[in-house]
Nanobody
Framework: QVQLQESGPGLVKPSQTLSLTCTVS??????????WSWIRQPPGKGLEWMGT???????YYSPSLKSRTSISRDSAKNTVFLQMNSLKLEDTAVYYC????????????????WGQGTQVTVSS
């Protein structure tokens, strides 16, 4: 059973960089054919797929966030990272790490495993 746990700063200032960590247990970030995604939910809005890193290291990003987002992993520590630059007030959201096997998806409904989410507030 894969378990995911997000961690990171709860408060970030506008224009700064956000760095979040997803710690994986019960599965491997580099094997077992999982894809690892970051999905966020702004207050009062739906879930938004941000991007994915696949088991072979390939990455895919939402076109609207691609210029500011980077997803990577540390195989030794079995962790997946999200970095987002030039934060804006509208980046305030609950950020989730999610996983599914074989292929990635833009739809949050397709994800099998979820972390509990971590609140990120962008405010000066």
């Amino acid at each position: 059973q894969v378990q995911l746990q997000e961690s990171g700063p709860g408060l970030v200032k506008p224009s700064q960089t956000l760095s979040l960590t997803c710690t994986v247990s019960g599965g491997s970030a580099t094997t077992s054919f999982y894809t690892w995604s970051w999905i966020r939910q702004p207050p009062g809005k739906g879930l938004e797929w941000m991007g994915t890193i696949v088991y072979d290291g390939s990455t895919y990003y939402s076109p609207s966030l691609k210029s500011r987002t980077s997803i990577s992993r540390d195989s030794a520590k079995n962790t997946v990272f999200l970095q987002m630059n030039s934060l804006k007030l509208e980046d305030t959201a609950v950020y989730y790490c999610a996983a599914r096997r074989w292929t990635y998806s833009h739809s949050s409904k397709d994800y099998t495993y979820w972390g509990q989410g971590t609140q990120v507030t962008v405010s000066s």
